[in-house]
């Protein structure tokens, strides 16, 4: 298993640009979740998805989007990029999110993402 | 106020230390705590989980008091390897969307 991939590994926008984040996983996890971290604040949840088709916001959900059309994908736009969108955004999936204690969450690589 | 606080150290200690970070939650309605490791510029990956009677996981052990509101990870006979940072995270409600992530504790390991 690949586990959870994400890409692009890094990428510099220019403000205003839009672009997408990838994420997939092949555990066949129904939960997916997109985290950003910053120094000195921790991960911030930004969009979750608890199974193909429904997804919800996070903590900081302004100026993404997501969608979930497979069980698989994940991926995460942005709209029209903000240097306040600089940061590592961390993909992450689990089995499920019933939040018993039990649903691991396993992180993808990361994206780095610089905005000018 | 944080709702999970972290000392952000770095903690610095020789090989074959012991060492002990601690974490401070302000939900005291939380259910559920975990450490995770994150190596410098990788993903966080689960460390163990944190059971109200504390757990062990050979050179690790986890506590928990809920009364306090207060996590602890100690880790005997520090390895090179355990240089990392040390993420205290805490589930406040339900669902995994929930997870509150601390900030995190960084250890380096010295010869």
């Known amino acids: 298993n690949a586990g959870v991939t994400q890409t692009p590994k890094f990428q510099v926008l220019k403000t205003g640009q839009s672009m997408t984040l990838q994420c997939a996983q092949d555990m066949n996890h129904e939960y997916m979740s997109w985290y950003r971290q910053d120094p000195g604040m921790g991960l911030r949840l930004i969009h979750y998805?608890?199974?193909?088709?429904?997804?919800d916001q996070g903590e900081v959900p302004n100026g993404y989007n997501v969608s979930r059309s497979t069980t698989e994908d994940f991926p995460l736009r942005l709209l029209s990029a903000a240097p306040s969108q600089t940061s590592v955004y961390f993909c992450?999936?689990?089995?499920?999110?019933?939040?018993?204690?039990?649903?691991?969450?396993?992180f993808g690589p990361g994206t780095r993402l610089t905005v000018l | 106020r944080k709702e999970v606080e972290q000392d952000p150290g770095p903690f610095n200690v020789p090989e074959g230390a012991t060492v002990a970070f601690n974490c401070t939650y302000s939900n005291s309605a939380s259910q559920s705590f975990f450490w995770y490791r994150q190596d410098c510029r990788k993903e966080p990956k689960l460390l163990m989980s944190?059971?109200?009677s504390g757990n062990e996981d050979g050179r690790f052990t986890a506590q928990l008091n809920r009364a306090s509101q207060y996590i602890s990870l100690l880790i005997r006979d520090s390895k090179l390897s355990d240089s990392a940072t040390y993420l205290c995270?805490?589930?406040?409600?339900?669902?995994?969307?929930?997870?509150?992530f601390g900030t995190g504790t960084r250890l380096q390991v010295t010869l």
């Open positions: 992450a999936s689990s089995y499920s999110g019933a939040g018993d204690g039990t649903d691991t969450q396993y």
């Open positions: 944190v059971y109200s």
């Open positions: 998805s608890v199974g193909a088709g429904i997804t």
């Open positions: 995270v805490v589930n406040k409600g339900g669902t995994a969307s929930k997870l509150t």
